[in-house]
């Protein structure tokens, strides 16, 4: 996979930013199964180390995804470069152009649009997890304290 933006940088022609784009896809839903996999358990467990534990492990995975975005975006930026622009010509209209742009950057989108959908995902399953636990409170109620006059 793909792992840098000197890497997108070195890709040239829409074939290879199209045969990227199939790599990365690929190479990424298989590293991010795992994550997939404890999201769609239920946590409502009253087990409180079992819930810290799956808490832990689903805030681990920020770092990465956040990552895969920061790839998503830049391959969604360069496609929309003048690198992959088709060339005014005669016949070659605006929306013709426009259309080309989407068909190279559109998948990166997409993927794009999942991944910060996976990171809201990530949050709302750690802020669940500390209202479970208490921790929220615990937090909250030390907020507010400090700050009281």
Same mark, same amino acid.
Do not use: H, W, Y
């Given at each position: 996979m793909v792992g840098s933006?000197?890497?997108?940088?070195?890709?040239?022609?829409?074939? &290879?930013? &199209?045969a990227a784009f199939l790599q990365f896809e690929t190479e990424l839903w298989d590293r991010i199964k795992?994550?997939?996999?404890?999201?769609?358990?239920?946590?409502?467990s009253p087990d409180?180390?079992?819930t810290l534990q799956h808490m832990a492990y689903v805030e681990s995975w920020r770092n990465r995804i956040t990552r895969y975005l920061y790839l998503a975006d830049g391959f969604v930026s360069y496609a929309k470069s003048s690198q992959?622009?088709?060339p005014v010509e005669k016949g070659t209209t605006e929306a013709v152009r426009d259309a080309w742009?989407?068909?190279?950057?559109g998948p990166f989108e997409a993927v794009q649009r999942r991944l910060e959908e996976l990171l809201r995902t990530i949050?709302?399953?750690?802020?669940?997890?500390?209202?479970?636990?208490?921790?929220?409170?615990a937090v909250e109620s030390n907020r507010s304290s400090r700050f009281a006059a």
């Open positions: 933006i000197r890497e997108i940088l070195k890709i040239t022609t829409p074939e &290879q930013l &199209q795992p994550l997939e996999a404890v999201l769609e358990k239920n946590i409502m409180v180390p079992s992959f622009a088709l742009k989407k068909t190279l950057c949050d709302s399953r750690v802020n669940m997890c500390k209202k479970k636990v208490g921790m929220e409170d």
